[in-house]
């Protein structure tokens, strides 16, 4: 599977945006998604997964409740929309897939074998 991450951009404090990452050569039902990010000078962290089938989802404490991961079957992508946005929150954002023979959500980067292009987010005061 191909994944194409885009919809980064510059935004404001507070403010909100939406991700979206676009598979192709597979649909993304078959894979476990998630979002990762990678600020300048860090390592790159777990933000967010979903399910196969997207009926469940799991969030690093540090955007629980601002961030909401989704899936579009229809469309095959994988969607974060970003809600009160921090200045903590800049960073490039990565979208990702595990196997298509795994079915358990993951929290590090080894977990997924399918990375797609990075999309920067930054956040302004």
């Known amino acids: 599977v191909q994944l194409q991450a885009s919809g980064g951009g510059l935004v404001q404090a507070g403010g909100s945006l939406r991700l979206s990452c676009a598979a192709s050569?597979?649909?993304?039902?078959?894979?476990?998604t998630g979002w990762f990010r990678q600020a300048p000078g860090k390592e790159r962290e777990f933000v967010a997964t979903i399910t196969k089938s997207g009926s469940s989802t799991v969030y690093a404490d540090s955007v629980k409740g601002r961030f909401t991961i989704s899936k579009d079957n229809a469309k095959n992508t994988v969607n974060l929309q970003m809600n009160s946005l921090k200045l903590e929150d800049t960073a490039v954002y990565f979208c990702a897939a595990r196997g298509s023979r795994i079915s358990v959500m993951g929290r590090t980067t080894s977990m997924y074998a399918y990375w797609g292009q990075g999309t920067l987010v930054t956040v302004s005061s």
């Open positions: 050569g597979s649909t993304l039902s078959n894979y476990v």
